[in-house]
């Protein structure tokens, strides 16, 4: 199964735009990126998902590299309660859905 | 209630007990997922299962049995439980003709003592 690969933590002011990275240098032509986010104490929910082309939806935005080895999500406007940790994962190729989760990364949003 | 649920949302155990770990779905999702997340760590797939009386290993399968007699129930086993597996546990559900988006349930918090 390919790996992803997201710093530990990044910091942001609230309102302003963050970036979020994660590397997948072994993506296999057929996964799907998808990001999760956990708040504290609760479930991952859902954030967004792409396969090449860029993806917007009301929580963010998907930005994948054209060799598909890189990508970044997007907040626009950062809020206090986008403070969580923001997973990259790769799924789909066989079908399952059944994702692989790293480590993920901290966001701290400031006021 | 709708969704998906899991019960008991907290649990303490002895070394050696059994005990298993309710999952609930309302939406008949044809694919359910047991994950595990340790302190600090990100989310490990236990097992999971494309239907009812279909279920594969994950990442972290031992010491651990699955069953799925129902589309909507997904309970998770620890047949002899160690201090190992002293951690949250997630179940998650997926429709089969959706593209991937998983739904999480609240988590069962585990300690074994």
């Known amino acids: 199964d390919a790996k992803t690969t997201q710093p530990n933590s990044m910091e942001s002011n609230e309102e302003e735009p963050v970036h979020l990275p994660c590397n997948h240098s072994?993506?296999?032509?057929?996964?799907?990126i998808h990001w999760y986010r956990q708040l504290p104490s609760q479930g991952p929910e859902y954030v967004i998902h792409?396969?090449?082309s860029n993806v917007n939806n009301r929580m963010a935005s998907l930005a994948i590299a054209e060799d598909r080895k890189s990508s970044t999500l997007i907040l626009h406007r950062a809020t206090l309660r986008d403070a969580a940790v923001y997973y990259c994962?790769?799924?789909?190729?066989?079908?399952?859905?059944?994702?692989?989760f790293g480590q993920g990364t901290t966001l701290q949003v400031k006021p | 209630d709708a969704g998906i649920t899991q019960s008991p949302r907290y649990k303490i155990t002895e070394t050696g007990r059994q005990v298993t770990l309710m999952c609930h779905q309302t939406?008949?999702?044809?694919?359910m997922f047991w994950y595990r997340q340790d302190l600090g760590h990100g989310l490990r797939l236990i097992y999971y299962?494309?239907?009812?009386?279909?279920?594969d290993k994950g990442e972290v399968p031992d010491g651990y049995v699955v069953s799925r007699s129902k589309t909507e129930n997904f309970p998770l086993t620890l047949e002899s439980a160690t201090r190992s597996q002293t951690s949250v546990y997630f179940c998650?559900?997926?429709?089969?003709?959706?593209?991937?988006?998983?739904?999480f349930g609240p988590g069962t918090r585990l300690t074994v003592t």
């Open positions: 072994t993506i296999s032509g057929t996964d799907y």
């Open positions: 792409g396969l090449t």
């Open positions: 998650a559900s997926r429709s089969g003709t959706s593209s991937y988006e998983q739904y």
């Open positions: 994962t790769l799924g789909g190729s066989s079908n399952t859905g059944k994702l692989i």
């Open positions: 939406w008949s999702h044809s694919y």
């Open positions: 299962s494309a239907a009812a009386d279909i279920t």
